[in-house]
């Protein structure tokens, strides 16, 4: 599997596993058409049809492609990390049971932690 160069910046949030500040992250307001895909491997992760605001601060989607986002446990942690499901990199956690959308799921996601694939007609 071919991994991108990574910024360090980059480096510590998808492979350090860090949070980038809230509000502050390209696609957090941002809504055009089109396909998220992971920033170290181009694995399609998330469409634009399944974003919304929910005013965290984070790019929020409420279903991720299917098979791409892989949710695990930190004894740590109160909620579950998800990582991309192709090269392991960090995009950020997962939240259920907020009743934000009718999926009742909500994926919190780090903007650098992705690349955006505008649609050819947009």
């Given at each position: 599997m071919k991994l991108n160069d990574l910024t360090e910046k980059e480096e510590r949030v998808i492979v350090g596993k860090g949070t980038e500040m809230p509000f502050s992250g390209e696609y957090d307001d941002f809504y055009r058409r089109g396909t998220y895909v992971c920033r170290r491997c181009d694995a399609p992760l998330?469409?634009?049809d399944?974003?919304?605001?929910?005013?965290?601060?984070?790019?929020?989607?409420?279903?991720?492609?299917?098979?791409s986002v892989r949710r695990s446990r930190n004894f740590l942690e109160m909620w579950d990390e998800i990582t991309c499901n192709n090269c392991g990199a960090h995009l950020g956690h997962v939240f259920d049971g907020e009743k934000l959308t009718g999926k009742d799921v909500r994926h919190c996601v780090n903007s650098i932690s992705m690349k955006f694939i505008k649609e050819e007609n947009e």
């Open positions: 998330y469409k634009s399944d974003k919304f605001d929910a005013g965290c601060g984070w790019p929020s989607f409420d279903a991720e492609i299917p098979g």
